[in-house]
């Protein structure tokens, strides 16, 4: 046996669309997969990923990430790395209302809000960070270690948190950057 999902069986497991030369690890847990993969991309071991997924050319989700696509779709594209122990959520239990909370509660008893979440082009995104719904992070993005991220986020920027606060604090060359994923997706 692979150490690696075949694309026959990745469209078993719900995807529409498999590209080639995907690194998926058999330790990858898939629930109620509807979505694609595109070409390239490596998925490393103990990764939970369920719902509405698009994947484009090569990404890498490093171990331990959990893509929660029940409550809108998590779109992550080309050239985006995301770090070890991250959470994105679509959909979140609102903790400010008195209401319960979970899967398990009727609709009516429970206050979520859901939506998407779009990781832009080349974007790199550190250890354990959170995303919640509806949040965009611009193309070529970068975000520290340890940050949860409630809001869009700027294209060329890098964020980090500060005094608890999620800051951008710099900007990244657009020139140079495009061109590196210019050559890196030569051929995708």
């Known amino acids: 046996m692979r150490d690696y999902f075949t694309n026959e ?12 030369d995907n690194y998926i690890s058999r330790k990858t847990s898939f629930y109620s997969i509807e979505g694609k993969i595109g070409s390239g991309n490596r998925i490393d071991d103990y990764c939970v990923i369920k719902g509405k997924i698009i994947i484009g050319n090569k990404v890498h989700i490093c171990s331990h990430t959990s893509l929660s696509g029940v409550g809108g779709t998590i779109t992550i594209n080309d050239l985006a790395g995301v770090g070890v122990n991250n959470i994105y959520y679509t959909s979140s239990d609102n903790m400010l209302v008195p209401a319960l909370c979970g899967p398990l509660v009727n609709k009516k008893h429970a206050s979520r809000k859901s939506g998407d ?3 832009g082009k080349g974007a790199a995104l550190g250890g354990r960070l959170t995303i919640m719904p509806n949040v965009s992070v611009g193309e ?4 520290g270690l340890h940050s949860i991220v409630t809001r869009d986020l700027e294209s060329f920027s890098v964020y980090m948190t500060v005094k608890g606060d999620l800051k951008r604090v710099i900007s990244r060359s657009k ?5 590196i994923a210019e050559i890196e997706l030569e051929g995708f």
């Open 9 to 20: 069986e990745l469209l078993e497991i719900g995807f529409h669309s498999v590209g080639d």
């Open 117 to 119: 979440i779009t990781i």
């Open 140 to 143: 070529f993005t970068a975000v």
């Open 175 to 179: 020139k140079i950057l495009e061109s």
